[in-house]
């Protein structure tokens, strides 16, 4: 059963050696994932279910490596603690995908050892439907199962953004801001896909996996960030 669940924004300029000069400017971000994970520990979990967005669905063991040298930096990772052996079973050739990469760096930076880790990669065009069936099947992996959910919200705030200004970006966010916040598990379920994918939402699959493990489970929660930094949605919350 789901037991606590942290949301955090998935790009790789969240960790500082690739945002560089600009590190600072997500300080506030980093801040509050640290305190979600907190959250998560808190919990005293029996497994830890890391969730990202890739273009392909996968299942990732701890230990797995990520490296963020597609940025320009010489910098890995790894899914949790190293476990000192090969990672078996992972569907994409062993190499965590940008999200699950970045949960790696926040983990690492967390020292997690509250629990074993799991990952999945989820497809970004995943149905809802599928999404739920995944949550649902993930909260019910072990007996207390705590979850990462990483993505971001609409990559079309401003007209610098990624995908320039779409003037529904800023009430998609809004609306999914305040379902994060509240631990809204069928506003996040209601989320419209089609318009998730014009606006460049990398979360609204992840989030809605989070939807379909926390269904039933009670939890309560906040919303720890909120911002659109470069355009793009960023939020933090902890559910609980």
Do not use: I, N
Request: charged residues 15%.
């Amino acid at each position: 059963m789901l037991v606590a669940a942290a949301v955090c924004p998935a790009p790789p300029l969240l960790v500082p050696e690739v945002a560089a000069g600009a590190a600072a400017e997500l300080g506030a971000a980093r801040t509050a994932c640290s305190d979600a994970l907190a959250v998560l520990a808190a919990s005293r979990p029996d497994l830890l279910v890391v969730v990202g967005a890739s273009a392909e669905g996968g299942a990732y063991d701890q230990g797995t490596p990520g490296s963020f040298a597609g940025y320009g930096v010489d910098l890995t990772v790894t899914l949790g603690p190293d476990l000192g052996e090969p990672p078996s079973g992972h569907a994409t050739g062993g190499t965590l995908p940008a999200s699950l990469a970045v949960a790696g760096w926040l983990l690492g930076q967390a020292r997690w050892a509250a629990s074993p880790v799991a990952g999945v990669a989820v497809a970004a065009d995943l149905a809802p439907s599928g999404c739920g069936l995944l949550g649902a099947d993930l909260g019910g992996s072990a007996e207390r199962v705590a979850m990462l959910v990483l993505g971001d919200g609409s990559a079309c705030r401003t007209l610098k953004a990624p995908g320039y200004l779409d003037e529904r970006a800023a009430g998609f966010d809004e609306a999914a801001a305040r379902a994060l916040g509240a631990a809204d598990v069928a506003a996040l379920a209601a989320l419209d896909p089609g318009l998730a994918a014009e606006l460049r939402a990398a979360g609204r699959a992840p989030w809605q996996v989070l939807a379909g493990a926390a269904e039933g489970a009670g939890l309560t929660g906040r919303l720890l960030y909120e911002d659109a930094p470069y355009g793009v949605g960023y939020f933090v919350a902890a559910w609980s």
